[in-house]
């Protein structure tokens, strides 16, 4: 069933969609500043794919569980990375705004 949705939606437009998807989400988190936030994902979208990894200067993994609490799905890698992956197929650009949000207020 579920290639049965990748083939209607095309993976042309799914691949244009993460693009800008990851973008706009980078541009919000980013938007916070480097004295805060260090992404470490190549910024070149065809080095990346559809992730980010972040680090929160000054925070732990207390933050990621602070960010799964309110609903945020991601993944922690250690020492002190929160990967997110706006997904294109499942993912809005309010969904980016929404965990912009939450992290602005979490840290």
């Known amino acids: 069933a579920s290639l ?5 939606v095309g993976m042309e437009r799914l691949r244009k969609k993460a693009i800008a998807l990851t973008g706009y989400t980078e541009y919000l ?6 004295d805060v936030i260090n ?3 190549p910024s070149d979208p065809e080095r990346r794919g559809s992730q980010l990894s ?3 200067k000054s925070a732990d993994k207390a933050l990621f ?5 309110k609903g945020v799905i ?20 309010e969904d980016a705004w ?3 949000s939450l992290l602005k207020e979490s840290i």
């Open 4 to 8: 049965k949705m990748f083939e209607e």
């Open 29 to 34: 988190v980013q938007s916070l500043g480097k």
């Open 39 to 41: 992404i470490i994902t």
């Open 54 to 56: 972040i680090q929160v």
């Open 65 to 69: 569980d602070i960010l799964t609490e």
């Open 74 to 93: 991601a993944d922690w890698r250690e020492p002190d990375v929160i990967r997110i992956s706006p997904v294109p197929m499942y993912n809005s650009y």
């Open 98 to 100: 929404k965990f912009y």
